[in-house]
């Protein structure tokens, strides 16, 4: 199994680009999540997933958006970037948080840039 | 705002020493995770304690719960140089659907 993929791991774009993140799981996962880990901040949530076709804001979800069309992937776009989306962006995904064993599984980040 | 805060931000300790970070919350929880995270790489679950539980132990980590404080403690026996990381704790904080990370401990294991 691969768990979770990230794609891609590294961009750096101008102000004002847009792109779309990819995320894939292999585990079956009902739940998915997208975090950003910034210095000194901790990850914060920026939207999830509790099944396929569905999405929901987190903490932090302004100028982000998301779509699950199929359980295993779950993309985040920005439409038009700004500096302050520099950071390290991670999924993650997990069963129903009902579940005993509900840990999160992560990907390995994406590091973007921001112009 | 977020629900964990570890403390310290940062420890530094040799080899073979105990490590004890700590994690406080705000809000009832279901229940509370560690993870740990090597420089530039994804979180890895650790441990997973229930709000009814109060100690668990795996391998070389020790956990333990106090929900009247609402704070939880790590502790790593007999440190290794790959221990080397940052740890974060997570709760639910009962919402059931999105767990609150902290802003994590960094440790340094001395060789």
């Known amino acids: 199994n691969a768990g979770v993929t990230q794609t891609p791991k590294f961009r750096v774009l101008k102000t004002g680009q847009s792109m779309t993140l990819l995320c894939a799981q292999d585990?079956?996962?009902?739940?998915m999540y997208w975090y950003r880990q910034d210095p000194g901040m901790g990850l914060r949530l920026i939207h999830y997933?509790?099944?396929?076709?569905?999405?929901a804001k987190g903490e932090v979800p302004d100028g982000y958006n998301v779509s699950r069309l199929k359980k295993q992937n779950f993309l985040l776009g920005l439409e038009s970037a700004a500096p302050s989306q520099t950071s390290v962006y991670f999924c993650a995904s997990s069963y129903h948080l009902a579940r005993a064993d509900n840990e999160q599984f992560f990907g390995p980040g994406t590091r973007l840039t921001v112009l | 705002s977020q629900q964990g805060e570890e403390d310290p931000q940062a420890l530094s300790i040799q080899e073979g020493e105990n490590a004890t970070m700590n994690c406080s919350y705000k809000t009832s929880i279901n229940n509370l995770q560690w993870y740990r995270q090597n420089s530039g790489r994804g979180l890895v679950h650790l441990i997973l304690i229930r709000s009814n539980e109060r100690e668990k132990h795996s391998g070389r980590l020790r956990v333990t719960l106090d929900t009247s404080k609402k704070s939880s403690s790590l502790l790593i026996t007999a440190s290794r140089a790959a221990d080397t990381a940052s740890y974060f704790c997570?709760?639910?904080?009962?919402?059931?659907?999105?767990?609150?990370f902290g802003t994590g401990t960094s440790l340094t294991v001395i060789p």
């Open positions: 997570a709760t639910d904080a009962n919402t059931g659907n999105q767990f609150y």
């Open positions: 585990m079956n996962h009902e739940y």
């Open positions: 997933s509790v099944g396929e076709g569905t999405t």
